[in-house]
C-alpha cells in the first residue's frame, strides 16, 4: 500500500470523525457509514476495513470507548469490505447501487448490534424492534450522504485511480 494511499485513508478517517462529532446530537445520523461505503467502493475492501477501523477508534476516543468499540469496528469494517467487493463487480448505475447498499448498511449495522446484544444478554427481538426507528434515522442518513458526496469522492478517486470516469 501507497504512501498516498495511507495519506488519504487518514485524511478520509479525519473527515469521518470530524462529520461524527458535528452530527453526534441528532441519533444514528452520521456521514462515517457513506464515506466507509465510498472509500471502499473506490478503493477496495482492505481500505474500507482500514478506513473503518481508525475511524471508529477516533471518534470513541473522544465520544467514549467502551466493549461496543469492538463491535462497531467490526460492523462497519463488514460494511466496508461488502463495499469494496461492490466496487470489483458494479459498472453500471453505481450511485444507485451504493445508496441502496447504503439505505440496507443501516439495518445491518443495528440488526449487528441486537445480534451482539443476543449473545451477550440472551435478548433479542425486543432490542432489535425497539432499534429499527434508529436504524431507519441511519439508512435515510446514509443515502443522503451517499447522493451528497458521490461526486466529489469520484472526483477525488479519479484523481488516484483510473478507469472509473465511464461511472459518472
Known sequence: MSTYRLTLIAVLAAMATVGRFFMQHIPNV??????????????????????????????????????????QILAWSLIGVIAGFLGKFVRRHVRLTL?????FS??????????????????????????????????????????LLYRPFLLLFNRELTGFNQRK
Open 106 to 147: 443501516g439495518f445491518l449495522f443495528g440488526f449487528f448490534f441486537a445480534f451482539i446484544n443476543y449473545l451477550v444478554s440472551g435478548k433479542f427481538l425486543g432490542y432489535y424492534i425497539l432499534g429499527l426507528p434508529f436504524d431507519f434515522y441511519h439508512a435515510i442518513s446514509n443515502v443522503l450522504f451517499i447522493m
Open 99 to 103: 445508496s441502496v447498499f447504503g439505505f
Open 30 to 71: 452520521q456521514p462515517v457509514t457513506a464515506i466507509i461505503i465510498l472509500s471502499a467502493f473506490f478503493l477496495g475492501p482492505l481500505s474500507g476495513f482500514m478506513l473503518a477501523t481508525i475511524t471508529t477508534y477516533l471518534t470513541n476516543l473522544a465520544l467514549g470507548m467502551g466493549i461496543w468499540t469492538l463491535w
